[in-house]
């Protein structure tokens, strides 16, 4: 909680709002007396629940954006980012309007931008074993899965559940990110951190329990099933493209280009002669399977070099200390995170 007698910090609260009524209350009177300015998006809510928040009074200063039609959560929150951009703001926290991120801990996600030591922190509900029997079985296997594809995908291998949606960013990143090439639904958040990838951005995990009670989550795992494999696919390809080909060319560029052929010949070569030798009934030769297992290994062998490449090619400095100048009083709430 924010100290008595302590200045607000300069935080803007991004809410997309998306059937989500029944909880919006109770997230804006947990933010009061936290930050300064809360961003409500309609996202052509069928409750009307940016309506319902501009007509009642809060302990918060509020501002509701109604979107025309149903554009997505991303939508919804770069609507906000930019509105808090526009207004100045310099840290800006993304939280669900679902009530299953706990206010009490923004201290705790903000502190990492403030103390000038990363430009993105999110939430982290793998940190803690025990609250992990809280989230529902189907959604943990899940975010395993997601948070091993999304470290080849950005980059940040000491991060993980990359669905997370609370987070905080810093002006200084946030301005420099094509916001208009950003996945405008579900995707969002995954390609959030390979946006902030290609800038070199630091990004950091903050320990955290969620929320699970009556609501619903409009995410569907068909949908997941069915998208996010192949967007997943494209930006591994854009990352090694953008960052060791185009702007770098290193040792991780060389083991990478001569690995994946090796290995995709091993494979192709030795299934080839698989299926020959099972119609035929012929064995293969002992060169002949050599021919297969040789570059096979020796591939393997390049890629899992190359793997230890990116793990050790992490941005270390944050934009905000290289390309801006925080402008933020480190508050004593802050300075302690206090967590309830």
Not at 256 to 262: D, Q
Not at 275 to 290: C, D, P
Not at 293 to 298: C, E, I, Q, S
Request: proline share 6%; aromatic share 10%.
């Amino acid at each position: 909680m924010q100290a008595r007698g302590e200045a607000l910090l300069p935080i803007a609260v991004v809410i997309p709002c998306y059937k989500v009524r029944q909880h919006i209350a109770t997230v804006l009177t947990g933010l009061a007396g936290r930050v300064q300015h809360a961003y409500v998006i309609d996202d052509c809510c069928p409750e009307h629940t940016g309506r319902f928040v501009q007509e009642t009074p809060w302990d918060i200063d509020v501002t509701v954006v109604f979107l025309p039609d149903n554009q997505g959560v991303g939508a919804a929150v770069l609507a906000g980012y930019r509105r808090a951009l526009a207004d100045g703001y310099e840290i800006i926290v993304k939280l669900d309007g679902d009530n299953q991120m706990n206010p009490a801990y923004l201290s705790a996600l903000v502190a990492p931008l403030v103390l000038g030591q990363a430009d993105y922190a999110k939430g982290n509900r793998f940190f803690d074993v025990y609250s992990l029997s809280a989230m529902p079985a189907v959604r943990l296997a899940g975010n395993s899965v997601l948070s091993f594809i999304m470290k080849l995908a950005s980059g940040y291998w000491d991060i993980m559940d990359p669905t997370n949606g609370y987070t905080a960013i810093h002006c200084v990143a946030l301005s420099r990110l094509p916001l208009d090439r950003l996945d405008p639904r579900y995707f969002f958040e995954c390609d959030m951190l390979f946006r902030l990838a290609t800038i070199r951005a630091v990004v950091m995990d903050v320990a955290m329990p969620t929320l699970y009670a009556d609501e619903t989550s409009n995410l569907k795992i068909s949908r997941v099933l069915l998208q996010f494999p192949g967007r997943f696919a494209i930006r591994i390809v854009k990352r090694f493209f953008y960052l060791y080909l185009l702007r770098d060319f290193n040792m991780g560029s060389i083991e990478t280009l001569a690995g994946l052929p090796l290995v995709l010949f091993g494979i192709i070569f030795g299934i080839w002669h698989w299926v020959r030798s099972v119609t035929t009934g012929q064995l293969a030769s002992t060169g002949t399977v050599m021919l297969a297992v040789l570059p096979l290994v020796v591939g393997v062998q390049l890629l899992l070099a190359a793997l230890g490449v990116d793990i050790a090619n992490r941005p270390e400095t944050p934009l905000q200390r290289r390309f801006g100048i925080a402008k933020v009083a480190i508050p004593s709430s802050v300075q302690r995170c206090d967590l309830p």
